[in-house]
Every structure is written in C-alpha cells, then in structure tokens.
C-alpha cells in the first residue's frame, strides 16, 4: 500500500512541477506572444474547417477578406494549414487571397527574423 501511495504522490508531486514550469513561462511576454499565437492558428484553422462544412452544405460561408486579416494578426499558419488540409476554395482561390495567405507567413517570419537581429538574439552570418 505505501509503495501505491508514494508512486501516486511522485506523480501529483510531477504535475505540480510541470504546472508550476508552464505558469512561469506564460507570465513572460514571450509566453503571452506564444499562448496569443497558438490560439489564433487554433481559431483559423478551426474556421476553415467551419467554413468547409458550410460549403459541403451549400449555406453561407465566410469571407476571403476574414481569412486575410486573421493572417495578418499571426494566424496566417493556422490558415495555410487549413487550407492544405481542407482542400478550402481550390476553384474560387483568387490570386490575392493565394498571394496573402502564402505571403503573409513569410513576412512575418523575416519581420521576427529582422527583430530578433536587432535585439542581438541572432546573428547572421
């Protein structure tokens, strides 16, 4: 019986620790960013599959234009994804929603590539 028992308390003693790690990494603003992010992709991705549902329906379906300004609010991977794996508008992609979604996640990933050079974290070549 007390080995059962201190094994249980081994393993509430390690969900308190990892508990404890996560809190203190999303008081950060580093973890904030990140919560913030992975929310957001969630979302999007979660839209597409929404929105893919309605077009099996043939119901209203959501705007280019929301897929658009939630790339430029960081959810561009969540909709690159949701694009690949929905197989979302394959006949009604316009150039500019193709262009946004596809070049959104690259200029956002030199903006950080950019920011983090100038605060000294990386070094280029």
């Known amino acids: ?3 059962r028992r201190s094994s249980s308390l081994r393993k509430g003693n390690a969900l308190q620790q990892l508990f ?3 809190t203190g ?3 950060g603003s580093l973890g904030i960013l990140v919560l913030y992010l992975v929310v957001l992709n969630l979302l999007c991705f979660v839209l597409m599959a929404l929105d893919r549902v309605r077009a099996r329906e043939h119901v209203f379906r959501t705007p280019q234009s929301v897929f658009l300004v939630l790339s430029l609010m960081g959810g561009s991977i969540g909709n690159f994804l949701g694009l690949l794996f929905f197989r979302l508008r394959a006949r009604s992609l316009t150039l500019n929603f193709l262009l946004g979604i596809v070049l959104i996640p690259i200029l956002q990933l030199a903006a950080v ?3 983090c050079a100038a ?3 990386i070094r280029f070549l």
């Open 113 to 115: 590539l950019v920011i």
């Open 25 to 27: 990494f999303f008081q």
């Open 20 to 22: 404890s790690t996560l």
């Open 1 to 3: 019986m007390s080995a």
């Open 119 to 121: 605060a000294g974290q």
